[in-house]
């Protein structure tokens, strides 16, 4: 298997899944568990997933079609997000998918379409920052960008809108934070704010999205069943589980630790500052959004009995000086054709970064009969019929 490549464990991947799926059939077995497409959109995950009941949960029209393309049918979708075009919302509402509101054009549409349809819709909430602990979230100042707020008045329109379309409405109530914790107390802060929403209005919900941003597979961190746990927690005080369907939409819990990168040093020289190791990985691979200072990683090397170096900067295949991946300090000398094996690298990874200078990577799934190829490197004569 030439490097680099990407290997799935199936073995991580399902006890992943099965985590979710026993925390919520022992808490809120009215529950529904969709994977966040937009995490790592590999048709091969999306079509395991599809295999082990687990929902798809989408955030554009491309995504949508994807998930329908992976065999998933309309009403095993979660369709999120404030860019629905007006042809795959009116085929969502017509197939019975979960849509969650997000703009002023998703309450046009549902108007236009939604009338003599039995919607399965929900309301897309912004959250008050404030209900939060600061070092828990971002945006304190500014706020969060989605959903309907209910200070500013317009989570009550968006629900005036429903009401009036329906004379049972089907409402569900939508709400996600980006953590950057993925502390359990943000979910309980979620939770509280969707119960006080329910008494102050109301609702009878038909559904509760809780959203993603969970650990998952990871030693050491909250499991599926402590966030379940505190959810139910907060909702029981006012919200039956028996009536109320549970959706929760996790993405890095279940890829994020499943996936390995396997890359091979191509280059080792000296400047007169430092030790320069040149990989055939990237930060475009294992680190898109250019911000983590740190990874799990292994090395494999035909010989370990190297005296340790004291620093080497592992760096990246591109032209650009900053591709500077990690520095591993007192470590083994690395050479040519050594291994660098990034672990837990399953999200924002192999779909997310684009094909610059060199193009994605093949990947690979360890399965129980052995490893198979689920995507081909791609090629330069693939890169130009992509681009011309």
Known sequence: MKTP??????????ANVEDFKKALQDLWPNSTLAYSVKTNSLPWLLQYLRDTDVFAEVVSDEEYQLARLCGYSDDRIVFNGPI??????????????????DSVKD????????????????????????????????????????????????????????????????????????????????????????????????????FI???????????????????????????????????????????????????????????????NCSRIVTTDGSRVYVDPLWAKTRYMYSLQSADFNRVPLDKQIVCGYTCMDHDRIMIIKNETELHVEDKIIYHRIGAYSMTFGGMFIRYYPDVYVKLNNGIHKVRNRVSVEDYYKINS
């Not at 490549?5 to 399902?14: D, G, P």
């Not at 909250?222 to 907060?234: C, F, G, R, V």
């Open 5 to 14: 490549y990407f290997l799935i464990s199936e073995e991580k991947l399902n």
């Open 84 to 101: 629905k075009g007006e042809e795959t919302f009116q085929q969502a509402l017509l197939g019975k998918a979960v849509i969650n509101l």
């Open 107 to 206: 309450l046009e549409y549902l108007k236009k379409y939604g009338k003599d349809t039995e919607a399965c819709v929900g309301i897309r909430v912004n959250v008050n920052p404030k209900v939060f602990d600061s070092k828990d979230i971002g945006y304190e100042e500014d706020g969060f960008r989605f959903g309907f707020s209910e200070e500013a008045g317009d989570f009550a329109k968006a629900l005036n809108c429903i009401q009036n379309l329906y004379s049972s409405p089907n409402i569900g109530i939508h709400l996600h934070c980006n953590s950057i914790t993925r502390s359990v107390n943000v979910y309980i802060a979620l939770a509280k704010y969707a119960v006080e929403l329910v008494r102050k209005y109301g609702i009878k919900l038909s």
């Open 209 to 271: 999205d809780m959203g993603g941003g969970y650990f998952g597979g990871v030693e050491g961190k909250p499991t599926p069943y402590d966030y379940i746990s505190a959810i139910k927690n907060e909702l029981m005080k006012e919200i039956n589980p028996n009536e109320t369907r549970l959706i929760v939409e996790p993405g890095s819990a279940i890829i994020g630790s499943a996936v390995d990168l396997y890359t091979s040093v191509l280059d080792v020289k000296d400047t």
